[in-house]
C-alpha cells in the first residue's frame, strides 16, 4: 500500500493550500485522514473521514480546515483556509484499513510564515 501526498508549500499567514493524498494497493478503506508534526513535537491529528463522510477535526483548525475524499479515487484531500505560523508542520496523510490496517503517505511539509 502507497500513499502520496502532495501540496505543501509556503504560504504567508492568512493564505490558503490544499493537500491531496491519493492510495493505491490492496486495502479496504475505513477512514482517511491527516496528521502533522511540527518541529520539536509530537504527531497530533489533524482531521479524519470515514467511508460514510463524517469527519473529525482537532479544535485548532475546526472552521479553516475542510476534510473530503473522493473514494473513487482512493483521494482524501485537506482544504486549508485562514493559514498561522502555528499550522507549520510536515503533514501526514493516514489510512486505516478495515482490518485495523494503518498506513501513513511520505509528509509534506507545509510552511506558513507570519
Known amino acids: 500500500v502507497q500513499l502520496q ?5 509556503l504560504v504567508q499567514a492568512g493564505g490558503f493550500l490544499q493537500l491531496s493524498c491519493s492510495a493505491s494497493g490492496s ?11 511540527a518541529p520539536g513535537k509530537q504527531r497530533e491529528l489533524v482531521a479524519t473521514i470515514t467511508t460514510n463522510d463524517v469527519a473529525d477535526y482537532a ?11 473522493r473514494n473513487a479515487k ?5 482544504q486549508m483556509n485562514s493559514l498561522k505560523p502555528e ?6 496523510c493516514n489510512l486505516r484499513g478495515a482490518y485495523s490496517d494503518i498506513y501513513w503517505g511520505q509528509g509534506t511539509l507545509v510552511t506558513v510564515s507570519s
Open 74 to 78: 482512493n483521494a482524501v484531500y485537506l
Open 27 to 37: 486495502f479496504v478503506i475505513d477512514t482517511l485522514g491527516w496528521y502533522r508534526q
Open 5 to 9: 501526498a502532495c501540496g505543501g508549500g
Open 87 to 92: 499550522d507549520t508542520a510536515v503533514y501526514y
Open 59 to 69: 479544535d485548532s483548525v475546526k472552521g479553516r480546515f475542510t476534510i473530503s475524499r
